[in-house]
């Protein structure tokens, strides 16, 4: 029989570093370029899929630069890629351009950090199951923690684009402020709920910030956020879809939220990965078996990183 679904080939790809922009206190945006079959390749990259990079050969950025509390981390070699989602995936003029929005804590974002343009790397992927397009519902919430906004602002164009009636609202968590990952910082702006971050304005998506120190918008964490607007606004757990990226505590409130109310959740889960393509099999996630007590372990970078919330045994 004909395989009508031909495997994309997934690298080793070469991409050219185009920027590399600090982002508030803790975070920095890189821009990658793709030519050639990398490029065909990455155009079709989905929200919540990730690449692996090899940032071994990369040097480190100046001793100046190190923070506080890496000089350490910063000698420690670097034997495997690392696993990095897109927050956004555009093409032009036969070229893809991949943006990564990533938190520089240890030797291998280090050296993410003293990349820059006309700089080559090596990735492979588009790999795992992205977050998938919701069918016949009037309203996505998508929930991020900290870093967990990178795939979110990917997932948020595409939703624009692909579904044009769905409302999209944002919901977006961090310690502080100054540990958004956003490219206008809220210093000094209103403590109201309602803000309009950059990233999902462009596609006039609204969205909510939460903050556990109370440094701007709802003061707690996001999933509370999340609990209050719910108990707000009306919403037939059948018309709503949430999706959540972020620590794992975060996740399993959001997916015991999705559950109360019968809302369909998709979580994307974080693991340590080694290959990233199923066959070094550390990277378990516990997992239920529908209608049994019992579970199974599948692996994040393989049947996920995003899986359905219902899934997902949580710890605690
Ligand atoms: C599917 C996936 C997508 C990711 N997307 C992004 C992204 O878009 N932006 C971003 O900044 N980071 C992302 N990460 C996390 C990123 O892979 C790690 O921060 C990176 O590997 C750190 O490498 P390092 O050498 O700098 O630090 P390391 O020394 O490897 O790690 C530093 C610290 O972070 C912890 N850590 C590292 N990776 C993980 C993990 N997967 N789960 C839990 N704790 C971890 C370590 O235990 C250690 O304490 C993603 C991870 C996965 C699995
Ligand atoms: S990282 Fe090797 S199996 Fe998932």
Request: glycine share 12%; aromatic share 8%; net charge neutral.
């Amino acid at each position: 029989m004909t395989d009508n679904h031909p495997k994309l080939n997934k690298g080793p790809f070469t991409a050219g570093v185009c920027a590399n922009k600090k982002i508030g206190e803790s975070f920095y945006r890189l821009g990658l370029v793709f030519e050639g079959e990398g490029g065909q390749v990455f155009a079709k990259a989905g929200p919540g899929q990730f690449a692996q990079i090899d940032l071994a050969e990369v040097g480190l950025p100046p001793a100046e630069a190190i923070p506080e509390g890496l000089a350490d981390a910063s000698r420690r070699q670097i034997l495997l890629r690392r696993p990095f989602s897109f927050c956004e995936v555009s093409v032009k003029d036969k070229k893809t351009f991949v943006d990564i929005l990533y938190c520089v804590v240890g030797p291998a974002s280090l050296r993410m950090m003293g990349l820059s343009a006309g700089n080559r790397i090596s990735i492979i992927g588009p790999l795992g199951r992205g977050f998938w397009m919701p069918e016949g519902k009037k309203a996505a919430l998508l929930v991020a923690g900290g870093m967990g906004a990178g795939p979110l602002i990917h997932l948020a164009k595409n939703l624009t684009c692909e579904q044009p009636g769905l409302k999209v609202t944002v919901f977006a968590g961090a310690k502080s402020a100054k540990k958004l990952p956003f490219k206008k910082q809220l210093d000094g702006v209103s403590q109201e709920l309602g803000f309009s971050l950059g990233e999902f304005a462009d596609y006039g998506i609204t969205s909510l910030v939460a903050t556990d120190d109370g440094s701007a918008g709802y003061h707690g964490p996001v999933s509370d956020c999340l609990r209050q607007w719910l108990n707000e606004h009306s919403l037939a757990g059948k018309d709503g879809i949430i999706y959540a990226c972020g620590p794992e505590a975060m996740l399993a409130s959001v997916a015991e939220i999705s559950r109360q109310r019968n809302i369909d959740c998709q979580v994307s889960m974080e693991r340590r990965m080694a290959c990233g393509i199923g066959i070094c099999q550390s990277c378990a996630v516990e997992c239920r078996l529908e209608g049994s007590n019992e579970t199974v372990y599948k692996l994040c970078c393989k049947d996920g990183p995003v899986f359905d919330s219902k899934e997902i045994a949580f710890s605690g």
